[in-house]
T-cell receptor, first 113, second 116 residues
Framework: AQSVTQPDIHITVSEGASLELRCNYSYGATPYLFWYVQSPGQGLQLLLKYFSGDTLVQGIKGFEAEFKRSQSSFNLRKPSVHWSDAAEYFCAVGVNTGNQFYFGTGTSLTVIP | NAGVTQTPKFQVLKTGQSMTLQCAQDMNHEYMSWYRQDPGMGLRLIHYSVGAGITDQGEVPNGYNVSRSTTEDFPLRLLSAAPSQTSVYFC???????????????FGQGTRLTVV
């Protein structure tokens, strides 16, 4: 069965520091992978997605993610965090056999000045 | 384009009441789905549809009904509300992953439902 694991429930970083949010997935075939961000009281906004090709993908707001097949991971990174990045981050896998999206439990990011 | 529109944004129900959460999209997406978001549990799929007239159950379908009479609309019905259904509900739509591949799920702004 498909599953997505985000091992970090909550992360706190200082503004200007680098960030890495972890995501591991379980899926038999090559997955479609996504990172979404949710600001308080808002819906989910797509940060970036991976379908094929270059395993390092660039997204909006200066985020990037790297697909590592050997580790079944799709970690999200940002070199310098801004206070406005404080939000909930969700990793998701798209499954074309069932045409569904499966989400992780999310990582809450706090940014301290 | 308005994208995905959900109504209402907030709702309080008494136990046993019924109601319908509305979801509409104007992107001609085949695929629509409903999720509920609860603290520490991420988004869990309730029901989904791959096209008009076709619906199927997700992870947590009990207590909810859906129908898809048009491509644009995908309402979620709570038959007899229970406190366990207190949650934030999100509707999402996308092109078919099978047919398009390079697509993404677009989300509405959510409905915050409280059942007392």
């Amino acid at each position: 069965a498909q599953s997505v694991t985000q091992p970090d429930i909550h992360i706190t970083v200082s503004e200007g520091a680098s960030l890495e949010l972890r995501c591991n997935y379980s899926y038999g075939a090559t997955p479609y992978l996504f990172w979404y961000v949710q600001s308080p009281g808002q819906g989910l906004q797509l940060l970036l997605k991976y379908f094929s090709g270059d395993t390092l993908v660039q997204g909006i707001k200066g985020f990037e993610a790297e697909f590592k097949r050997s580790q079944s991971s799709f970690n999200l990174r940002k070199p310098s965090v801004h206070w406005s990045d404080a939000a909930e981050y969700f990793c998701a896998v798209g499954v074309n056999t069932g045409n569904q999206f499966y989400f992780g439990t999310g990582t809450s990011l706090t940014v301290i000045p | 384009n308005a994208g995905v529109t959900q109504t209402p944004k907030f709702q309080v129900l008494k136990t046993g009441q019924s109601m319908t959460l509305q979801c509409a999209q104007d992107m001609n997406h085949e695929y629509m789905s409903w999720y509920r978001q609860d603290p520490g549990m991420g988004l869990r799929l309730i029901h989904y549809s791959v096209g008009a007239g076709i619906t199927d159950q997700g992870e947590v379908p009990n207590g909810y009904n859906v129908s898809r009479s048009t491509t644009e609309d995908f309402p979620l019905r709570l038959l007899s509300a229970a406190p366990s259904q207190t949650s934030v509900y999100f509707c999402a739509s996308s092109y078919s992953l099978k047919d398009i591949g390079n697509t993404e799920a677009f989300f509405g702004q959510g409905t915050r439902l409280t059942v007392v």
